[in-house]
């Protein structure tokens, strides 16, 4: 008789861990998936974040070109000004290898610039100034780029001002 009460104690005892043992493993299960959510949140916040900045590195530097871009229209006006007699002159020579290293550092910031006459107007690069009336051009070429416009990484960063044949 002895025997079976130790039996059955043995019993119950163990039937107790087998229940504390499967609760554990639920736990156990609820904590790891709850972990790996975690986890899985942390590596997509990470690589939005890695995105965000990105996109800020590359077009962080749009404010300051747009600021730079004005100058650059200055000196085309001025090397179209430019009096035949001052071709060959060396100050006139150093503003326009200046004027070529202004558009170097631009391009390697990821500026292109939108290619405007005698291309079809396309609203998204163009903003029409003017509509005039040529006979040797179809309706709709551009036919004078009043100022340039440019590219930045694909993304319009100033449309071209042009003319545009009726």
């Known amino acids: 008789m002895k025997q079976t009460k130790s039996k059955e104690k043995n019993k119950e005892r163990n039937e107790g861990i087998k229940k504390q043992l499967t609760e554990c493993q ?13 986890r899985a949140d942390f590596f997509n916040y990470k690589k939005e974040e890695t995105e965000r900045i990105s996109k800020l590195i590359k077009y962080g530097n ?7 871009l004005p100058v650059l229209d200055n000196l085309d006006i001025a090397e179209k ?5 001052l071709k060959n002159n060396q100050w006139a020579e150093g ?8 558009i ?11 290619k405007s006459l005698k291309e079809r107007f396309n609203p998204n690069f163009h ?8 006979d040797n051009y179809e309706s709709g070429i551009i036919i ?8 930045f990484h694909g993304k319009v960063l100033r449309p071209a001002k042009v003319k545009v044949s009726k």
Do not use: C, H, M, S
């Open 26 to 38: 639920k736990l156990n299960e609820e904590y790891l998936d709850g972990w790996k959510r975690a």
């Open 81 to 85: 000004e430019l009096p035949e007699e």
């Open 95 to 102: 503003v326009l290898k200046t004027k070529n290293q202004i």
């Open 127 to 134: 903003e029409a100034v003017d509509v005039v009336e040529k």
């Open 144 to 151: 004078e780029e009043i100022k340039k416009g440019y590219l």
């Open 104 to 114: 170097n550092f631009l391009k390697n910031q990821g500026i292109e610039e939108i």
């Open 62 to 68: 749009e404010e300051f070109i747009l600021k730079l």
